[in-house]
């Protein structure tokens, strides 16, 4: 009986797959014979959306999305709802404001729990770090809690003092050339100044005097105006980190927040603000959520990936510094038990003293069949070969996955050939699942702006999105089935890649993850079609 039950249901799927939406008979692309790299530099129209492009048709390796958009052409979608855990979304920005998920069950603004789900007025999300901006470094609070004998402990106070020594240095460094820059311009007497201007320079000062030709060298490349505004950024990072990310007397959870991030027992903290304190803090998060879900084809900023078809749900668990794995945890369920289908994580770390609260939680996205997507890192190393420990992941720092929802991204640039892995991605045959764009993508941030960002963190929502489509035309497939779709249909990379930015280590691109593959959704789409008529993975 239990075998009979089983062959109708698969019957029963199939007569109705072939009563549904007409069968999709296009072919899905692969290299069969070299591509040629595109030597001319990238335009700028192809630049902010080049992750939409195609590796045939424009020679970028793109995801294919314009094409897919073609095939998809006049079939019918579902909704599907995009949890972004991150530092916070600008829900007010124009290119985003009209793809929000919206709480039906919630009032805004009565300050009552409508819905009863232990979260007061959660219109668009929810706000897990209350006002809090900026945090401690994992290791700095392992070390704050004191020498416990322990390897972790050992390892934690060597990169702090390693982590302080080396912002320190870096710090006065910066300060250094911003001193310089004060004597060009007044020796000059132009507040925006040339390397021209400089190559005849005479300067008294001998240490400000050898930064002159740097100095000159750069100004070749860029204006004035654009390099100290990297050189402003730079200090204003490693003051940021001085003073929050790597001091030990700061401490955001108790004294802004009010909560004790080792009490599981206590989850309802935080706030609906899922912009957070400051708007510029959403920065990373409105990025993330750009990618995904900002306007398509309006002339404005860049395009969506997924934009018809998803509502983005902001889940703020991602403050400037390290995440704690509390936060991560009930952000990843509040997704969950809010109808997320896919939930998007752009971050990471190297210590989670309560990692299994975020393994517990993934298992569970997997059980309410939710596909997490999570960026792989930017340290540029073989997190196989290295045997880091990186959280979140799912295989418990083994090789061997303990649920199979959730997908692992590296990034591309968009330069086909040797340089096709980001020097800043992390890699690995088991570790990293499939790589997509994540150099110089073009999205939101806050205050109705538009940026180019990069790292592994881009490439991560750009599969998310990807996964929101397939999961919007075929809302039958599971999860772990989109997974498995995502990572097989991708385009094969027959060629070695360099790694790390480093010349001399190339390896095959089978061999930097586990398809071997980059992301494309218009093989994505094709391949979902045939699995939802029954077809195997």
Not at 292 to 303: K, S, T
Request: glycine share 8%.
């Amino acid at each position: 009986m239990k075998f009979k039950s089983i062959f109708l249901s698969a019957a029963l799927a199939l007569f109705l797959a072939s009563c549904g939406a007409k069968k999709i008979t296009a072919e899905p692309l692969a290299i069969t014979t070299p591509v040629t790299a595109k030597k001319a530099k990238i335009t700028e129209t192809d630049e902010k959306r080049w992750s939409h492009l195609d590796l045939f048709k424009d020679t970028i390796p793109g995801m294919s999305v314009d094409r897919v958009y073609e095939l998809l052409k006049g079939r019918k979608a579902a909704k599907v709802i995009v949890g972004v855990v991150d530092s916070g979304v600008d829900i007010e920005h124009p290119e985003l404001k009209d793809v929000l998920w919206t709480n039906k069950k919630e009032i805004a603004g009565n300050g009552i729990d409508d819905d009863k789900n232990g979260y007061i007025d959660d219109i668009h999300g929810w706000n897990f770090l209350g006002d809090i901006e900026h945090e401690n470094m994992e290791f700095v609070r392992i070390i704050k809690k004191g020498d416990d004998g322990s390897e972790t402990y050992k390892r934690a106070l060597a990169e702090y003092d390693e982590e302080v020594k080396q912002a320190q240095t870096a710090k006065q460094r910066m300060g250094f050339i911003v001193k310089a820059d004060e004597t060009f311009r007044q020796k000059t007497g132009k507040e925006h100044y040339t390397a021209d201007d400089l190559k005849n320079l005479k300067i008294d000062d001998p240490a400000i005097a050898g930064l002159k030709d740097r100095f000159v060298m750069f100004l070749s490349q860029v204006s004035h105006e654009e390099l100290m505004g990297q050189i402003k950024e730079g200090l204003e990072h490693y003051d940021s980190e001085l003073k929050y990310h790597l001091n030990k007397d700061y401490n955001a959870r108790k004294d802004i927040l009010k909560d004790n991030a080792d009490d599981w027992n206590s989850k309802t903290y935080g706030n609906a603000n899922v912009i957070g304190p400051e708007k510029e803090g959403a920065k990373h998060g409105t990025h993330v959520a750009g990618i995904i879900a900002q306007a398509r084809h309006n002339n404005v900023g860049g395009d969506g990936v997924a934009t018809p078809y998803v509502e983005v749900m902001a889940v703020r668990a991602v403050p400037d510094g390290d995440e704690y794995d509390k936060d991560v945890a009930l952000a990843i369920r509040y997704a969950v038990d809010n109808g997320a289908k896919v939930i998007n994580g752009s971050f990471g770390k190297y210590y989670s003293p309560h990692s299994q609260w975020v393994y517990d939680a993934l298992k569970y996205a997997g059980e309410k069949d939710v596909l997490v997507v999570f960026a792989a890192g930017n340290e540029g190393i073989d997190l196989d070969a290295d045997k880091s420990e990186r959280y979140p992941n799912d295989d418990k720092n083994t090789l061997e996955e303990y649920t199979d929802n959730v997908l692992t991204i590296g990034a591309l640039t968009h330069d086909y050939g040797e340089g096709l892995v980001a020097d800043f991605s992390n890699y690995g045959k088991t570790k990293v699942d499939v790589f997509s764009p994540g150099v110089r993508i073009y999205a939101t941030v806050p205050n109705d702006k538009f940026e180019y960002l990069q790292g592994t963190s881009m490439a991560s929502p750009n599969a998310a999105g990807v996964a929101a489509l397939v999961r919007a035309f075929y809302p039958k497939l599971k999860a772990a089935q989109v997974k498995q779709i995502i990572m097989k249909s991708g385009i094969a990379i027959p060629q070695e890649v360099m790694l790390g930015g480093d010349e001399n280590a190339t390896r095959q691109f089978k061999d930097v993850c586990r398809s071997g593959k980059i992301v494309n959704a218009y093989n994505a789409i094709i391949l979902a079609d045939k699995v939802s008529r029954g077809e195997k993975l």
